[in-house]
């Protein structure tokens, strides 16, 4: 009877551990920082007019709570670090890329003071493109200086990763649900 009860228990597990090794569901969370003690580097253009015209933005029911608050705890002012974007959402499994639009801040004349897109493709490893636009604008409201971060990379399953790009910081997480 132990033996029994020992192999349900065993299956149980190993069922589903499997299950979440081949979810197709996952949680994904994106955090661009700037690190306040370095200087920015402003791009020789401004943020594209239209930039996300043609990416759907992140459907209500896709946005979740955020899992790394023990990390933005420590990325304060006071620390030397500000939160220009911090987004967590739950994606469905894609061999194709999957764009996503995300902004933060009040939009001014068609442009936040963070705009720009994610491009994840889920297959054996996590394919990543970013590009993304740092605004400033003037005190009339209009675009006077842009920040660009454009990365591609690779990522694993379940890190936190950190991408450096000078005085911005990108930490993303891709974890099966």
């Known amino acids: 009877m132990r033996k029994i009860i020992l192999g349900f228990v ?16 996952h949680n994904i969370e994106l955090i661009i920082f700037r690190q306040t003690q370095m200087e920015p580097v402003y791009s020789s253009r401004l943020a594209p007019d239209r930039l996300l015209a043609e ?14 608050s023990n990390v933005t705890s420590k990325l304060t002012p006071e620390n030397g670090y ?9 994606q469905n499994k894609s061999p194709r890329f999957v764009s996503y639009a995300l902004t933060s801040g009040e939009e001014s ?13 889920q297959d054996r490893a996590n394919e990543v493109e970013l590009n993304f636009w740092i605004n400033q604008f003037q005190a009339d409201g209009n675009l006077e200086r842009s920040e660009q971060l454009q990365r591609s990379v690779v990522l694993p ?14 930490l993303i997480r891709i974890m099966p649900q």
């Open 55 to 68: 990416i759907q933005p992140l459907k209500p029911e896709q946005i979740r709570i955020s899992l790394l």
């Open 10 to 25: 065993l299956l149980a597990c190993s069922s589903s551990w499997a299950a979440n090794a081949t979810s197709n569901t």
């Open 82 to 90: 500000e939160i220009l974007l911090h987004r967590a959402w739950l």
């Open 157 to 170: 399953y379940k890190e936190l990763n950190f991408i450096d790009y000078g005085s911005l910081g990108v």
């Open 109 to 121: 004349f068609g442009h936040h003071p963070v705009e720009g897109f994610i491009k994840i493709r």
